[in-house]
Nanobody
Framework: EVQLVESGGGLVPAGGSLRLSCAAS????????IGWFRQATGKERKGVSC????????YYGDSVKGRFTISSDNAKNTVYLQMDNLKPEDTAVYYC?????????????????????RGKGTLVTVSS
């Protein structure tokens, strides 16, 4: 059974940094795109970043571009999201999501529930 386990969330002041990790079991990274959705209280769940290990392509939503960096370590089956210059509006639950049928380029528009595998999430809180 595929499992995606997120870690690295926490409380950080505005301007600070966090690194989220997503450890994936069973799947072969080259066959999937893996990325991050987030959901703030009262808002829809939306894709913010994605990486494709097969071709190295990445996606960043406009709200995180220039501040977040996604990377993968295929040997460890782990994807990382380095989040710098965090803002209070980045406060959300962050979910790791993997899929083998889509491309990263459209990640910001995908339906979270239409993708293959989803983690349980990790909470990021940015204080002002």
């Amino acid at each position: 059974e595929v499992q995606l386990v997120e870690s690295g969330g926490g409380l950080v002041p505005a301007g600070g940094s966090l690194r989220l990790s997503c450890a994936a079991s069973v799947i072969t990274f080259d066959d999937y795109i893996i990325g991050w959705f987030r959901q703030a209280t009262g808002k829809e769940r939306k894709g913010v970043s994605c990486i494709s290990s097969s071709d190295g392509s990445t996606y960043y939503g406009d709200s995180v571009k220039g501040r977040f960096t996604i990377s993968s370590d295929n040997a460890k089956n782990t994807v990382y999201l380095q989040m710098d210059n965090l803002k209070p509006e980045d406060t959300a639950v962050y979910y790791c999501v993997a899929d083998r049928h889509y491309y990263c380029s459209g990640y910001g528009y995908y339906d979270y529930y239409a993708l293959d595998y989803r983690g349980k999430g990790t909470l990021v809180t940015v204080s002002s």
